[in-house]
Nanobody, 114 residues
Framework: VQLQASGGGLVQAGRSLRLRCVASVSTFGNRALGWYRQAPGRQRELVAIFRSDGSARYGDSVKGRFTISRDNGKNEVYLQMYSLKSEDTAVYYC?????????WGQGTLVTVSS
């Protein structure tokens, strides 16, 4: 399984950015699918994921600002980020749990300048 994330970059605080992850397998029916992030010197944390029932779960720090979506026909998952803050600066990883294994993408760096 390969997860290819893209869309990261340098953005000013308050602006928006959209991340995209393309999976080499179907994004339908997985145990979990979504995004985590890791800032320098910090542990990897949940950003947003789809659970097996299709519902979305968000990390507390991004609730109301980020939106996860997907296109199962394209095997893609997206993360729309609004009102970005400097503390959102991190490497964002695409994640997939097919119920047997956990898979991680290579990450895409988001840098928010204040």
């Amino acid at each position: 399984v390969q997860l290819q994330a893209s869309g990261g970059g340098l953005v000013q605080a308050g602006r928006s950015l959209r991340l995209r992850c393309v999976a080499s397998v179907s994004t339908f029916g997985n145990r979990a699918l979504g995004w985590y992030r890791q800032a320098p010197g910090r542990q990897r944390e949940l950003v947003a994921i789809f659970r097996s029932d299709g519902s979305a779960r968000y990390g507390d720090s991004v609730k109301g600002r980020f939106t996860i979506s997907r296109d199962n026909g394209k095997n893609e998952v997206y993360l729309q980020m609004y009102s970005l803050k400097s503390e959102d600066t991190a490497v964002y990883y695409c994640y997939l749990d097919d119920g047997l294994h956990n898979y991680w993408g290579q990450g895409t760096l988001v840098t928010v300048s204040s």
